[in-house]
């Protein structure tokens, strides 16, 4: 069963920045070979896509978060990561990671809470 582990949420300020990770803890290989993607929820809406990576790193992005956000794979560590930069109040959510298309498994995700 896939172990999808998301981690560095926070409350930010808008303008600031935060940096997520994701890990699978049931193997190293699930994230190596996946279209990898992070995804929100926020209060009361459906789940989104917001970036994508390729398991050959090609990335793509939401509109809403194109130029601000940006994800990026580090295969020998299993991790996943989406930095994200000038953080608005819209952006508030819970982040969750997933492979693209997603697995029925999720994991607990990370809030995201930005203040105006």
């Known amino acids: 069963q896939v172990q999808l582990v998301e981690s560095g949420g926070g409350l930010v300020q808008s303008g600031g920045s935060l940096r997520l990770a994701c890990t699978c803890a049931?193997?190293?290989?699930?994230?190596?070979?996946?279209?990898m993607a992070w995804y929100r929820q926020a209060p009361g809406k459906q789940r989104d896509l917001v970036a994508r990576i390729s398991s050959g790193g090609t990335t793509n992005y939401a509109d809403s978060v194109k130029g601000r956000f940006s994800i990026s794979r580090d295969n020998a560590k299993n991790m996943v990561y989406l930095q994200m930069n000038n953080l608005k109040p819209e952006d508030t959510a819970v982040y969750y990671c997933?492979?693209?298309?997603?697995?029925?498994?999720w994991g607990q995700g990370t809030q995201v809470t930005v203040s105006s």
């Open positions: 049931a193997s190293r290989m699930i994230l190596r070979v996946n279209t």
């Open positions: 997933n492979k693209d298309p997603a697995w029925t498994s």
